[in-house]
């Protein structure tokens, strides 16, 4: 009987140790959160709201559960890290400013790609005191989703160096930062139209004289980084070349089915938009831009960037839309 | 012959009390007992070796399922996925059944509970028994549920040996069958009647170079208290072992035979098939042919779906429950259920039509069958090289981080050393159909001359199923 006993605590501890070995070892190494990340469509980040103390190191062990993703904090310009299938990337964040920051995956994972957001909820003394200014397009009181379309188009892509070789002067309230952010291309070729000394210009040169204003309102080093902005974030829905035709496009404006769920692409979404049609672009101001790019668009799919990009960074992706109708670069 | 049995092996070991004695009993030529090896013997006789080793597969097979449930999603980082579907099924392909048959069975961990609670202690049966004690169900013998199984296995198998999670939920399964079944019906019903996986280490141990069997049946028929039946936990009386299809090597006849007239010889491969008429009466089944049919169509879809080229049948394989995957199921039932047993009938009637060989056509069904083994073994080997061998170094890697959490125990987490077999994977597919195919033949040829009318034309048709079968491998797996 002896060695019955014998053989039943050795079953016993065995089997004991090949639960809780892993176990301890786990709880003995692990001093983070773990993050699992997964396409929008079977989740997501899971958790997906942290919440960290200002000045707090908060840790993460991000791993995949099944393609390669990656995770970055909006508004943040700390580089992403990758977040690799079955491995694990720690990430150490400290945050001295309270407030609720988003993070989110900046890899095309998949057609729901930009719904894989998360939040993080730093909190601290000053939490709630700072007061946030309304954005422009929100002051000047613009229904983003009305309809707008341009009456009259240039015959071909207006550009900025054509505009200065006319050696006309703009008046100076036309290319002010004020005006430029409120109106439109046609809003300003309307005005330009009505004034008297630009009355022996053509149409065509008077679409170039816009693109030189709206030249003179941006900078290369803001186009360049528009162009980047719109290439990791913008470019897998509307097209590298703007044309709405990027690698999701497709799947976006799949004909609907009767059953509704949140998570299908096609269902609640829209083709997206086609920045190099003239028609809408030029009767889109700025501030028309950056509600969309806020927002997000209603029914549509588009997403809401306000949590990811910094206010500078949505001026200059709006910036680099408009090169998509204007030659603004001063290229002889 | 081979050079295993020509070698006189008696003269090889040295002798011991009893020995000259034993042989003389031992009729059967050409064999090892290992049994009556001095350093063997007492592994033998002794439970506790084997019973450490089961211990180890138990507390093993648990952290599988733990490392199934809690590890890693991702299956190259998650042991279950690994150990289960890359190092054991590779083990069992290439070591465990070539080469010791049934020898797994013998460690499995998952009848291993029921069974302790069937006899009411680990090494020492007692009073305080658990269990319904049933026979298991007359209709329901043989190994017809075990080819299902195995169907079922091909059916969900893209999923299966992917997902983490279900592989410990399958595993779990088995594991609450084999004591459920343990607890209502006596012996080892799950692994005689159900477990797939002893279907198929079961009628390939009739290849392997391993057997047990009673030395002297005289002793046994003199013997009245038949203590090696009452102790074999699989329910089978030694003397009427005709094959190794069905003994599960566990060495309890051995231990408890007063007369020490149990042997576990090696013996030469392929010793089962085609033995002589009067074993293949007993041994050759119908189940058992339509179990060896079911193993060849296996190893066709696994080869297609896992090593093809196709990406369509690939994500039909994982899309389980959609239109195409009902589609690629119904192609795996009607190739396994149809198109192969229906062959394989056409070839067996040909031959016998050819040859004027008058057998019933059922019995010729059940004997040619054994052609098909050596073939089908070596086609799943074969199968393995090109599945498994570049996937091993996850095997190393999941040993440092098992369950996928980032740990690097032994410092092998990030191994990419994988045994390089690209450059002659293909030359040794080829060898080793040609190694199955010709190997069935010299069974087929074996076959004809041990029965009653020995005309070779019957084995022709058989022969050129088995070519086609090995063509339609090669081409799965070569190209």
């Known amino acids: ?332 | 012959m081979n050079k295993l049995q020509e070698i006189a092996w008696k003269e090889k070991f040295p002798q011991f009390a009893g020995e000259v004695e034993i042989h003389a009993r031992l009729e059967l030529p050409r064999r090892i007992d290992l049994h009556q090896i001095p350093w063997i013997r007492p592994l033998l006789q002794s439970r506790w070796p084997q019973f450490l080793i089961r211990s180890l597969t138990l507390a093993g097979f648990v952290f599988t399922i733990f490392a199934g449930l809690f590890g890693s999603r991702v299956g190259s980082h998650n042991f279950a996925i690994i150990f289960v579907w890359i190092a054991w099924w590779t083990a069992l392909k290439l070591a465990f059944i070539p080469l010791g048959g049934r020898s797994w069975c013998s460690v499995c961990p998952i009848p291993l509970p029921g069974e302790w609670l069937q006899q009411g202690g680990i090494l020492e049966k007692s009073r305080r028994r658990f269990g319904l004690n049933l026979r298991w169900p007359k209709r329901l013998r043989g190994s017809w549920l075990q080819s299902g199984g195995f169907l079922l296995i091909g059916l969900f198998s893209a999923v299966t040996l992917t997902d983490a999670r279900l592989t410990a939920w399958v595993l779990i399964g088995l594991f609450g069958l084999a004591v459920i079944l343990s607890l209502v019906f006596e012996r080892r019903a799950f692994c005689s009647y159900i477990c797939p996986i002893g279907g198929f280490t079961g009628i390939y141990a009739k290849t392997a170079p391993v057997e047990l069997r009673v030395i002297d049946t005289a002793i046994c028929a003199a013997h009245s208290e038949k203590t090696c039946y009452q102790s074999c936990p699989w329910g089978l009386y030694p003397v009427a072992l005709r094959d190794s299809a069905q003994c599960g090597l566990c060495m309890e006849c051995l231990r408890s035979c007063p007369s020490d007239n149990i042997a576990v010889n090696l013996r030469p491969f392929g010793t089962d098939l085609a033995a002589d008429i009067k074993s293949m009466r007993q041994s050759s089944r119908l189940d058992e042919a339509f179990l060896a049919l079911v193993m060849l169509g296996s190893a066709l879809a696994f080869a297609a779906v896992f090593t093809g080229p196709w990406g369509n049948l690939k994500s039909a394989a994982f899309a389980i429950g959609s239109p195409v995957w009902l589609l690629y199921g119904l192609g795996l039932l009607v190739l396994n259920l149809v198109i192969l047993p229906g062959a394989f009938v056409l070839t067996v009637w040909m031959g016998q039509r050819w040859s004027g060989v008058k057998v019933q056509l059922r019995r010729a069904i059940a004997d040619q069958a054994q052609v098909l083994l050596p073939q089908g073994l070596f086609a799943w080997i074969a199968f393995t090289v090109s599945f498994a061998f570049p996937k091993m170094n996850y095997v190393l890697s999941v040993i440092s981080d098992p369950l996928g959490w980032g740990w690097n125990l032994l410092g092998t987490a990030n191994s990419t050393w994988s045994p390089d077999v690209s450059a002659f994977s293909h030359a040794l597919q080829v060898a080793l159909l040609l190694v199955g195919l010709f190997w069935s033949a010299r069974v087929a040829q074996r076959l004809v001359r041990k029965s009653n009318q020995p005309v070779f034309r019957q084995a022709l048709p058989i022969l050129l199923f088995c070519l086609v079968f090995s063509l339609a491998m090669l081409w799965l797996l070569v190209g």
Not at chain 1, 62 to 77: E, K, P
Request: aromatic fraction near 8%; glycine fraction near 8%; charged fraction near 20%.
């Open chain 1, 1 to 332: 009987m002896r060695k019955e006993w014998i053989a039943r605590s050795v079953i016993l501890v065995l089997v004991a140790a090949a639960i809780t070995i892993p176990v301890v070892v786990w709880q003995a190494r692990s001093r983070g959160i773990v993050i699992h990340a997964r396409m929008a469509e079977t989740g997501g980040w899971t958790p997906e709201n942290l919440t960290v103390e200002v000045g707090q190191p908060l840790r993460l062990h991000l791993t995949s559960d099944d393609v390669m993703h990656s995770f970055a904090i909006g508004q943040s310009d700390e580089p992403p890290v990758n977040v690799i299938p079955g491995e694990i990337t720690e990430v150490t964040l400290v945050f001295d400013e309270p407030g609720k920051y988003t993070f989110y995956c900046t890899r095309w994972c998949s057609v729901n790609h930009w719904r894989m957001r998360g939040t993080i909820e730093v909190t601290g003394p000053e939490a709630a005191a700072e007061a946030v200014e309304p954005p422009l397009y929100v002051t000047l009181g613009l229904d983003i989703d009305a309809e707008h379309h341009a009456e009259i188009l240039p015959e071909q892509i207006p550009s900025a160096r054509r505009g200065a070789q006319l050696g006309v002067e703009i008046p100076n309230k036309y290319i002010s930062q004020e005006f430029y952010r409120s109106h439109s291309p046609a809003d300003l070729w309307h005005a330009l139209r009505g004034e008297a000394r630009l009355s022996s210009l053509t149409n065509q040169d008077l679409w170039d004289l816009v693109a030189l204003a709206w030249q003179s309102n941006t900078t290369p080093q803001e186009l360049i980084v528009g162009k980047q902005l719109y290439a990791t974030n913008c470019a897998a829905c509307h097209g590298e070349s703007g044309g709405g035709d990027g690698v999701f496009a497709d799947g976006l404006d799949q004909p609907k089915t009767g059953e509704h769920t949140d998570m299908q692409a096609g269902e609640m979404t829209a083709r997206p938009s086609d920045f190099t049609d003239a028609e809408h672009m030029l009767a889109a101001s700025p501030a028309r831009l950056q509600g969309k790019v806020l927002r997000g668009g209603m029914g549509t799919g588009m997403p809401y960037w306000g949590p990811i990009f910094t206010e500078e960074q949505i001026w200059a992706l709006i910036a680099y839309l408009y090169n998509f109708q204007f030659e603004l670069e001063d290229q002889p």
